[in-house]
């Protein structure tokens, strides 16, 4: 009994320094299904604590704090309930590509309002840091200078992101670095700043 309240301690620990360490620093664990599991662990063992010491009134509490997150979640239109499923399954992974020793790409959306963007994440081992976003809105505003869309999924590109087939690194400096992502032809290219991460060139070939 007491081991699982220390493996619930522990995950509860990780998975706030987890979530605090990606909000204010853009750092999580290593690889795209490294937090999802680390969440669905601690959802597990918290199911564990609850049963086993369901006599408690803190147990009863801590599943009743749980349930009214989940239909507070749910009221709003669902969609705090669909960017969880979609940031906490593999729903959400359109590519996942190691696009070299130091680099990671990939793909994803976690909601109904906006499409699909794309990441780049720096690897530090166990650890990595998101270094680069890049969205429809923000590749529609570097080529127009006034933007008359109130929601991302308004815009209408001829390539979206989404539609992406691969991610390739095709250049790589000091202070920038160039992404393609494949469609097959023509491709996309957008090269970025990584001294202030701003987008400065987009190229279709």
Known sequence: MKASVYIFILLSVLLVADCVAYYHYQISLAGYYSD??????????????????????????????????????????????????????????????????????????YGVMVYPWLEVIEKHGLLEKKILECT??????????????????????????????????RSETDTTIAITIFYGGPNKTITFDLRNNRLISISEK
């Open 36 to 109: 999802i599991l680390l969440f669905w662990l601690w959802f597990l063992m918290s199911l564990v604590v609850i049963v086993v010491f369901w006599k408690k009134i803190l147990a009863k509490v801590f599943l009743g704090l749980m349930i009214v997150a989940l239909i507070l979640s749910i009221i709003p239109m669902g969609l705090p309930f669909y960017t969880f499923i979609l940031s906490m399954t593999s729903a959400g992974l359109r590519i996942d590509k190691d696009l070299n020793e130091k680099y990671r790409g990939q793909i994803v959306g």
């Open 136 to 169: 429809e809105m923000q590749l529609e505003a570097f080529r127009k200078d006034k933007i008359d869309v109130k929601f991302e999924t308004q815009l209408n590109p001829e390539l979206k992101i989404s539609e992406a087939k691969d991610l390739l690194l």
